[in-house]
């Protein structure tokens, strides 16, 4: 038996093929595909040479299939039944889907967010299993291995190479310190951040932060008594001591009554922050986190448009 190679055949041949064997008829099954009947006549001819066999032979009235041409006929219907499924677009309903997701975030998103979010999964897409994890170092890679699917960000963090993200709700600084501090009656300027101790907050545990930067552009150097991974552990030092922290308004907000806070505005220029998810451009094209990002989006908006 010759064997074809299949590098060069013609895929478009395959449609024409189907249409000749089941209509048997040229000028019909060139209707069918949206060809002329000149053009379906070079295609059987073509089908002809590339399978070694007349395929339609004529008799009183028609055409009648070589036997040949019967075998294939079968094969033909699922042969291009699978094709049509490599370029289909997979169909994708949340509701069926059985799987875990891995998301790096801090505290304040478990606390502000994992409740909706969950309370909206058990719901839309019971079958996903979120895994809130913490941030480290090795986050860029985990991501781009698939260890980690979506990480929580700012919208001025800078991305590496490949990364992607969309911002997903509004926020900004507060400065935060127990009712009845020292300072709590004065409205702050930027030297006042050098006269009182703080807690910092560092996802990463080097003590490195935005804040600081401003300040040295005032020529303000300030004291960093205690530096935690942890949000709400910032908050339940201030409210029984005299440090002071500077956090996202909407996470301290939540805390105000039950810890006897103060929060104030900082004396900087921009205190507004957006919050953002990331994800890398390998996993770009998955439909479950393209439904959850845009989920998790409309959970951060009405928390933080609260």
Not at 32 to 38: C, K, N, R, V, Y
Not at 159 to 167: N, Q, T, V
Not at 268 to 290: C, E, H, Y
Request: glycine fraction near 8%; charge should be neutral.
């Amino acid at each position: 038996m010759r064997e074809v190679n299949f590098a060069g055949v013609d895929l478009n041949l395959l449609p024409a093929l189907e249409a000749l064997l089941r209509r048997r008829n040229v000028t019909r099954a060139a209707a069918d595909i949206g060809l002329s009947q000149p053009a379906m006549s070079r295609a059987l001819s073509r089908l002809r040479s590339l399978l070694d066999d007349p395929l339609l032979v004529r008799v009183s009235g028609g055409y009648a299939l070589t036997p040949r041409a019967r075998d294939l006929e079968p094969l033909l219907g699922a042969a291009l039944g699978d094709l049509r499924g490599v370029f289909r677009q997979p169909t994708f309903d949340a509701g069926e889907v059985q799987r875990t997701i891995r998301i790096a975030c801090s505290d304040a998103q478990t606390v502000l967010l994992a409740p909706g979010v969950m309370a909206r999964l058990a719901i839309e897409a019971p079958g996903v299993d979120l895994r809130m994890e913490p941030y480290a170092r090795d986050l860029v890679a985990r991501m781009q291995s698939g260890d980690l699917d979506l990480a929580f960000a700012l919208m001025t963090t800078p991305l590496p190479p490949g990364a992607l993200s969309e911002g997903i709700a509004s926020d900004r600084l507060s400065l935060v310190m127990r009712k009845g501090h020292p300072a709590a009656r004065r409205r702050w300027t930027i030297a006042d951040y050098g006269r009182v101790d703080h807690v910092g907050v560092s996802l990463l545990g080097d003590g490195a932060s935005d804040i600081d930067a401003l300040l040295a552009g005032g020529g303000v150097r300030r004291r960093i008594a205690l530096v935690t991974p942890h949000f709400h552990a910032a908050l339940e030092t201030v409210a029984v001591t005299d440090l002071v922290t500077t956090i996202s308004r909407t996470f301290a907000k939540r805390f105000e009554k039950a810890l006897d806070l103060l929060l104030l505005e900082p004396p900087f220029a921009q205190t507004d922050m957006r919050l953002s998810l990331v994800w890398t451009q390998v996993r770009a094209a998955d439909p479950l986190l393209a439904w959850l990002r845009r989920l998790i989006a409309e959970v951060a908006q009405e928390v933080h448009g609260a």
